[in-house]
């Protein structure tokens, strides 16, 4: 099935054999690793710009604006000029603030999100690592940002970021629980945790429409969860504008600031590819069952599209999210967590297991 | 400044862990600086500091004649620039007992109302901003330019109007100010369920706003909380109704009553008066009589010796205005009574207890304008 699609395997390896003709093979591994390298730190800049832009754009239109619109046709480079001035800005050096521990958190949050992409899977093929342990692996290295985000709040000497820090440990610490139990709802009906296997599974049907109306269940706590998770609003408490100026990274300037703004908009990326793939197929194009002739058709579509497409489509509802919400309160936003998802998360764990043990998914 | 002088600035204990709110913060809307001791989360008490913005206008007006004082006004609650002029003209129609032309009378009830539904418009966007939900921000001023518009076209200022003048207004109103009015009117009609479907109904907003910020009709009258504020706690002080000026004697309007005393109460209270005002404005608009814009005045006003007092009910309570005369073409002594002076210090009694979240909620509910505190 899907033999058709356009395997990135094949240009992988066709620049592999080609190294190897070049250079011993030491060289060619480490070749490799700079030239996978480059690509992440690419495609990390070219998506977290983008990203901006599109939520830019997006709140817009929401609020009845236009949007930028005077940099460049239909303001394109907006957030590159924005970048450039980041770039410029003074570091300003915060009185009594920790200089080790507070040069050092931006990085620790910007490594985390940058970490969780070498797992993921853009296209077939197209994956850096192919851990095993994919889901498991992107959720640990995508909740140590909570360490950055509390250094960065301890270090700061400022009591608005100490008390935004701890509104996010608290915060992270809890929703990582009800991320992890819906990611492992797909991970009993698939029965691993290798993200390539996950995607391979849903080649008759994305899981959010075989898992019935618990996988479905499943998505919605995801979404509430890793929102909550990446400090977007309505859970944007640890920066919480109208109440801690801007939180844990009150203090921050220029590009050290940059590096959380970059990381928090990459988080949303990773988070929403990473639900892409575990619910919606990730780059599987759209099958139904034994539909021969749609799903042949369907696969003429490049793989890497839907893969964004259907990556894009989460990361508008987590923004639509954010520009419609009043934002909770921090004993609401654990009442959530504590009362209502994990509960909610865990019957239906044992609802999956039941449904895996008698066979009725598809 | 040394330790030693920071630690004596402080009140309270040394363990306590004291934040500033402002002077420079996103939602006290203006240099307010609430001093907020926390124990975690909540809120133990909080001490407001005000002085900022003063600007000392109690004592330039005794420097200044009476048509001056005027725009100096403005300069107090600006988003209720109008009221405000309105208080000092009537306080001086009232000693030199000249009888404003009806037409003005009906012109200036309008522009009180429109110029009460732009303060609540505003108040409505700031509230939400406050809240976490920004496009409310948007949605509010999108309504507002109308009025804005209007106010333009008629007297050339949108903010700080000036428009008023002992005896009368300073010029006629804009031949459009009627059809503008009543564009404005179907306009709102149709845009403002939008506010409801948008916040109102939202559960995360009555969540933060139900039950938040309680504060008893006592603690109300004995603050002297009025205004919008003061109605959500059920206490009837508006002044339209107990005192009329203008035409209010004239025109069908409730006073807004909610019995709620919490945020959300408050919040109700300003939505109903919205609906109120264009109500009013509808009874009024059409029935503006034609006449002089001013009644006859001499070039210089000289007030008779003696005291003088007048209040109106602005977009945020009642705002009351007192003058000392010895006959002078100055005052020997004026003094404003502005709602928001009253309205900020309740804050210590009905926020302590509460997150620091939602002391920044019962901020925005009591509306407040700092330059109109500090004066």
């Known amino acids: 099935m899907s033999s058709n699609i356009y395997d990135f395997s094949k240009l992988t390896g066709s620049v592999h054999a080609w190294l190897s003709g070049l250079m011993s093979s030491g060289w060619v591994t480490f070749t490799e690793l700079v030239l996978v390298g480059l690509v992440f730190l690419l495609l990390y800049a070219l998506l977290g710009l983008f990203l901006v832009y599109l939520e830019r754009k997006v709140c817009a239109i929401i609020q009845n604006r236009i949007g930028p619109n005077r940099v460049g046709k239909w303001g394109i480079i907006q957030t590159i000029?924005?970048?450039?001035?980041?770039?410029?800005?003074?570091?300003?050096?915060?009185?009594?603030?920790?200089?080790?521990?507070?040069?050092?958190?931006?990085?620790?949050?910007?490594?985390?999100?940058?970490?969780a992409m070498?797992?993921?899977?853009?296209?077939?093929?197209?994956?850096?690592?192919?851990?095993?342990?994919?889901?498991?692996?992107?959720?640990?290295?995508?909740?140590?940002?909570?360490?950055?985000?509390?250094?960065?709040?301890?270090?700061?000497?400022?009591?608005?970021?100490?008390?935004?820090?701890m509104r996010s440990g608290a915060q992270i610490v809890s929703y990582e629980l009800s991320v992890g139990l819906s990611l492992l709802a797909i991970v009993?009906?698939?029965?691993?945790?290798?993200?390539?296997?996950?995607?391979?599974?849903?080649?008759?049907?994305?899981?959010?429409?075989?898992?019935?109306?618990?996988?479905?269940?499943?998505?919605?706590?995801?979404?509430?969860?890793?929102?909550a998770e990446i400090n977007r609003g309505p859970f944007d408490l640890a920066e919480a504008e109208s109440e801690l100026t801007a939180g844990f990274h009150t203090e921050y300037s220029g590009i050290k600031f940059a590096f959380f703004f970059l990381a928090e908009y990459m988080n949303m990326f990773i988070v929403s590819a990473l639900g892409a793939t575990v619910f919606l197929g990730g780059w599987m194009p759209f099958h139904i069952g034994n539909w021969e002739g749609f799903n042949h058709i369907m696969d003429f579509i490049p793989s890497a599209v839907w893969f964004f497409t259907k990556t894009f489509f989460i990361i508008l509802i987590i923004m639509w999210f954010k520009w419609t919400f009043p934002r909770l309160r921090i004993d609401q936003l654990l009442t959530l967590e504590w009362k209502y998802l994990l509960p909610i998360s865990l019957f239906n764990i044992v609802l999956i297991a039941f449904i895996v043990l008698m066979g009725w998914h598809f | 400044m040394s330790e030693e002088i920071i630690q004596d600035v402080i009140i309270g204990e040394s363990e306590d862990y004291i934040i500033n709110l402002g002077p420079q913060h996103?939602?006290?809307?203006?240099?307010?600086?609430?001093?907020?001791?926390?124990?975690?989360?909540?809120?133990?008490?909080?001490?407001p500091h005000v002085g900022y913005i003063h600007r000392g206008i109690e004592k330039m007006c005794e420097a200044i004649t009476y048509q001056q004082i005027i725009h100096l006004t403005d300069r107090m609650d600006y988003l209720s620039a109008h009221m405000n002029n309105e208080a000092v003209c009537m306080v001086v129609e009232d000693a030199l007992q000249v009888e404003v032309p009806e037409r003005v009378k009906y012109i200036r009830t309008i522009l009180d109302e429109l110029n009460r539904l732009a303060s609540h418009q505003l108040w409505w966007c700031a509230f939400g901003m406050d809240?976490?939900?920004?496009t409310t921000f948007f949605y509010g001023l999108r309504d507002r330019e109308h009025i804005l518009d209007i106010f333009e076209e008629s007297f050339g200022s949108r903010l700080l109007h000036s428009f008023n003048t002992p005896g009368g207004l300073m010029h006629d109103v804009h031949p459009n100010f009627q059809k503008r009015i009543k564009d404005f009117i179907k306009y709102f009609r149709e845009k403002l369920p939008e506010y409801d479907q948008l916040l109102t109904g939202n559960i995360i907003f009555q969540n933060r706003a139900k039950g938040i910020g309680y504060m008893s009709k006592e603690t109300a009258i004995g603050y002297g909380v009025t205004g919008p504020s003061g109605r959500g706690s059920n206490f009837s002080c508006d002044i339209r109704k107990i005192a009329p000026y203008g035409v209010y004697d004239k025109v069908q309007f409730n006073e807004i009553l909610e019995t709620g005393c919490d945020t959300f109460a408050r919040y109700k209270v300003r939505m109903a008066e919205m609906w109120e005002s264009l109500s009013i404005l509808e009874q009024l608009v059409d029935n503006i009589p034609e006449g002089d814009f001013t009644a006859k005045m001499k070039p210089v006003v000289k007030l008779p010796a003696?005291?003088?007092?007048?209040?109106?009910?602005?977009?945020?309570?009642?705002?009351?205005?007192?003058?000392?005369?010895?006959?002078?073409?100055?005052p020997y002594r004026m003094r404003f009574r502005t709602p928001n002076f009253s309205n900020l210090f309740v804050m210590n009694e009905i926020a302590?207890?509460?997150?620091?979240?939602?002391?920044?909620?019962?901020?925005?509910?009591?509306?407040?304008?700092?330059?109109d505190i500090d004066r």
């Open chain 1, 118 to 165: 070498a797992a993921l899977p853009y296209a077939k093929g197209l994956q850096a690592i192919d851990f095993n342990i994919g889901v498991f692996y992107v959720m640990a290295v995508s909740s140590l940002s909570v360490v950055g985000i509390l250094i960065a709040g301890w270090s700061s000497n400022s009591k608005y970021s100490l008390i935004g820090a």
């Open chain 1, 188 to 227: 009993v009906f698939t029965g691993s945790m290798q993200l390539s296997t996950i995607v391979e599974s849903q080649a008759n049907g994305w899981w959010i429409f075989k898992g019935h109306i618990p996988a479905f269940i499943s998505f919605v706590i995801f979404l509430i969860a890793s929102t």
């Open chain 2, 306 to 330: 003696g005291e003088y007092f007048r209040r109106v009910e602005t977009a945020r309570g009642e705002l009351a205005v007192y003058v000392v005369s010895d006959g002078n073409k100055n």
């Open chain 1, 81 to 115: 000029a924005d970048l450039v001035k980041l770039l410029l800005k003074e570091l300003i050096p915060i009185r009594k603030s920790d200089p080790l521990l507070f040069n050092l958190a931006p990085f620790i949050v910007i490594i985390c999100s940058f970490l």
């Open chain 2, 131 to 134: 809240l976490g939900a920004l």
């Open chain 2, 352 to 371: 302590s207890g509460y997150k620091i979240a939602d002391l920044i909620a019962i901020s925005g509910s009591l509306d407040l304008v700092i330059p």
């Open chain 2, 26 to 47: 996103p939602s006290t809307h203006g240099v307010l600086r609430l001093e907020v001791c926390l124990k975690g989360e909540t809120v133990k008490y909080l001490n």
